[in-house]
């Protein structure tokens, strides 16, 4: 069925024609009833659905919007349900007991329902007709946020197939930017002027390669090429919020995708300036060939369902670059362990001036970095030591990577294979076999006593 309705979007002209006329010309919002899409309520969460109709039935008008429309129309399940309406902030906590109101410039409700929190915005303004933006030294734009009509609210959303909007009171689609069309095209096109958005807010630039990795669309021209010219105000980004954005960005599922797309747009060394320092050395391949195998795997594991560990990934992102501080620390005549200890405070230090990574995932980040050190000191104490050490498997992993990448550790890194699966004795054996062998000393014969005659 979504392939069906999918196929009746298909533009009879070709869609670059259709995208340059659409630049002229504002299209009147297109309107699909309920017979003409597949979207269920059996498809959306109980607990949005509650919202809605609470909202519908006090007079309100209440929408599902923006991701969780896009990724139902997919054949996805949506991570999140937000939900747009003209109720203010205020009298949506007046509806429900479990509401909170956050945010300061723009105020947001939200409904808790255990583990899930429904997001409730008001409809935001047109703050081209305000007069009141305020552009900054480094080229932001930055506008008081207010309310007012869905149409002005569907003009502020970032990309057309995140404007559609679902209406709870007759479960018709409303689409105000043709994102439908897009959607069925699979491209990724932003609203509006894209210089101007991103200079609104940089991190647009970061969710178009989000999604176009997501969901494999293509990037309209006229949204790509003012990234090559637009990257650096990825600069004046708090480093809290792009940590944020860089977790969503390779916790998708398409982490190897965006990793691709970063370096193609210039974009990973705002990012992570050390790691792209070393790819960008003649002998990077196995710098490259790490990260890669990294992302892949963090891939295969979400489409597994398995969990994900951040400070597992930024361990691994900026190895690299520990391993090139330490070794001119210890030309410098520091120790291992010493040019080690130095070489992961200077590799935080300056990746906090980037993106601000949370004290939990350096404490960790750090022990990953040590264990590669000390899974090479195969004593029996130690080797028993740190197989219960609580980020052994993280260590282990790191391990193998290195190996798969083309270091000269494949050796280390089967015997550790080797040994978690084998039982007591065998266990015992390969630490026996590590033991260096002694030589017997040879008896000397005592020397004959002097006999006097």
Same mark, same amino acid.
């Not at 609580?390 to 294979?417: H, M, S, V």
């Not at 390969?430 to 008896?443: F, S, V």
């Given at each position: *069925?979504?392939?069906? !309705?999918?196929?009746?979007?298909?533009?009879?002209?070709?869609?670059?024609?259709?995208?340059?006329?659409?630049?002229?010309?504002?299209?009147?919002?297109?309107?699909?009833?309920?017979?003409?899409?597949?979207?269920?309520?059996?498809?959306?969460?109980?607990?949005?659905?509650?919202?809605?109709?609470?909202?519908?039935?006090?007079?309100?008008?209440?929408?599902?919007?923006?991701?969780?429309?896009?990724?139902?129309?997919?054949?996805?399940?949506?991570?999140?349900?937000? /939900?747009?309406?003209?109720?203010?902030?205020?009298?949506?906590? #007046?509806? @429900?007991?479990? %509401?909170?109101?956050?945010?300061?410039?723009?105020?947001?409700?939200?409904?808790? !329902?255990?583990?899930?929190?429904?997001?409730?915005?008001?409809?935001?303004?047109?703050?081209?007709?305000?007069?009141?933006?305020?552009?900054?030294?480094?080229?932001?734009?930055?506008?008081?946020?207010? =309310?007012?009509?869905?149409?002005?609210?569907?003009?502020?959303?970032?990309?057309?197939?995140?404007?559609?909007?679902?209406?709870?009171?007759?479960?018709?689609?409303?689409?105000?930017?043709?994102?439908?069309?897009?959607?069925?095209?699979?491209?990724?096109?932003?609203?509006?002027?894209?210089?101007?958005?991103?200079?609104?807010?940089?991190?647009?630039?970061?969710?178009?390669?989000?999604?176009?990795?997501?969901?494999?669309?293509?990037?309209?021209?006229?949204?790509?090429?003012?990234?090559?010219?637009?990257?650096?105000?990825?600069?004046?980004?708090?480093?809290?919020?792009?940590?944020?954005?860089?977790?969503?960005?390779?916790?998708?599922?398409?982490?190897?995708?965006?990793?691709?797309?970063?370096?193609?747009?210039?974009?990973?060394?705002?990012?992570?300036?050390?790691?792209?320092? %070393?790819?960008?050395?003649?002998?990077?391949?196995?710098?490259?060939?790490?990260?890669? !195998?990294?992302?892949?795997?963090?891939?295969?594991? /979400?489409?597994?369902?398995?969990?994900?560990?951040?400070? @597992?990934? !930024?361990?691994? /992102?900026?190895?690299?670059?520990?391993?090139?501080? *330490?070794?001119?620390?210890?030309?410098?005549?520091?120790?291992?362990?010493?040019?080690?200890?130095?070489?992961?405070? #200077?590799?935080?230090?300056?990746?906090?001036?980037?993106?601000?990574?949370?004290?939990?995932?350096?404490?960790? *980040?750090?022990?990953?970095?040590?264990?590669? =050190?000390?899974?090479?000191?195969?004593?029996?104490?130690?080797? @028993?030591? *740190?197989?219960?050490?609580?980020?052994?498997?993280?260590?282990?992993?790191?391990?193998?990577?290195?190996?798969?990448?083309?270091?000269?550790?494949?050796?280390?890194?089967?015997?550790?294979?080797?040994?978690?699966?084998?039982?007591?004795?065998?266990?015992?054996?390969?630490?026996?076999?590590?033991?260096?062998?002694?030589?017997?000393? #040879?008896?000397?014969?005592?020397?004959?006593?002097?006999?006097?005659?």
């Amino acid at each position: *069925m979504i392939l069906k !309705f999918l196929k009746n979007l298909l533009p009879k002209k070709p869609v670059t024609s259709k995208f340059k006329a659409k630049t002229k010309a504002k299209l009147a919002p297109k309107v699909m009833g309920r017979a003409e899409h597949p979207i269920t309520r059996q498809n959306i969460s109980a607990n949005a659905l509650k919202v809605l109709y609470r909202l519908k039935d006090a007079g309100f008008s209440a929408y599902l919007v923006g991701g969780s429309v896009r990724d139902l129309l997919l054949g996805l399940n949506p991570k999140d349900f937000d /939900i747009a309406t003209n109720a203010k902030p205020e009298q949506v906590y #007046k509806l @429900f007991r479990n %509401c909170r109101l956050i945010g300061r410039r723009f105020r947001l409700a939200h409904v808790y !329902f255990h583990s899930e929190i429904i997001e409730v915005a008001t409809f935001r303004g047109h703050h081209a007709k305000l007069g009141n933006e305020v552009e900054t030294e480094e080229g932001l734009i930055i506008r008081d946020n207010v =309310y007012g009509t869905i149409e002005e609210d569907a003009e502020r959303r970032d990309f057309t197939v995140n404007a559609l909007y679902y209406n709870i009171k007759d479960f018709s689609i409303v689409d105000f930017h043709d994102g439908l069309t897009d959607l069925k095209a699979g491209v990724l096109r932003i609203i509006g002027d894209p210089y101007q958005r991103y200079r609104e807010d940089p991190v647009r630039i970061l969710r178009v390669v989000r999604f176009a990795s997501k969901l494999g669309f293509t990037i309209h021209p006229a949204t790509e090429q003012p990234i090559f010219e637009s990257h650096a105000l990825l600069q004046n980004v708090s480093p809290a919020r792009l940590f944020d954005e860089i977790l969503k960005l390779f916790h998708a599922g398409k982490a190897l995708a965006a990793f691709k797309l970063l370096r193609k747009y210039g974009l990973f060394g705002y990012l992570f300036s050390q790691a792209e320092a %070393c790819l960008d050395q003649p002998e990077a391949e196995m710098a490259h060939k790490l990260i890669e !195998f990294l992302l892949e795997s963090t891939d295969k594991r /979400i489409a597994e369902g398995k969990s994900i560990s951040g400070g @597992f990934l !930024f361990a691994v /992102i900026l190895w690299p670059a520990l391993q090139a501080l *330490m070794q001119d620390l210890q030309q410098e005549g520091l120790a291992l362990f010493p040019a080690l200890h130095e070489a992961i405070n #200077k590799v935080l230090r300056r990746q906090g001036q980037q993106i601000s990574i949370p004290k939990r995932f350096q404490i960790d *980040m750090q022990e990953i970095w040590q264990l590669q =050190y000390r899974l090479a000191q195969r004593t029996p104490r130690r080797v @028993f030591t *740190m197989l219960n050490h609580p980020k052994f498997r993280a260590g282990y992993d790191l391990l193998i990577l290195r190996a798969k990448a083309g270091e000269e550790l494949q050796t280390l890194a089967d015997w550790w294979t080797e040994f978690q699966s084998a039982d007591k004795p065998g266990q015992h054996k390969l630490l026996k076999e590590l033991a260096p062998k002694r030589k017997r000393r #040879k008896k000397t014969p005592p020397k004959p006593k002097n006999v006097s005659e």
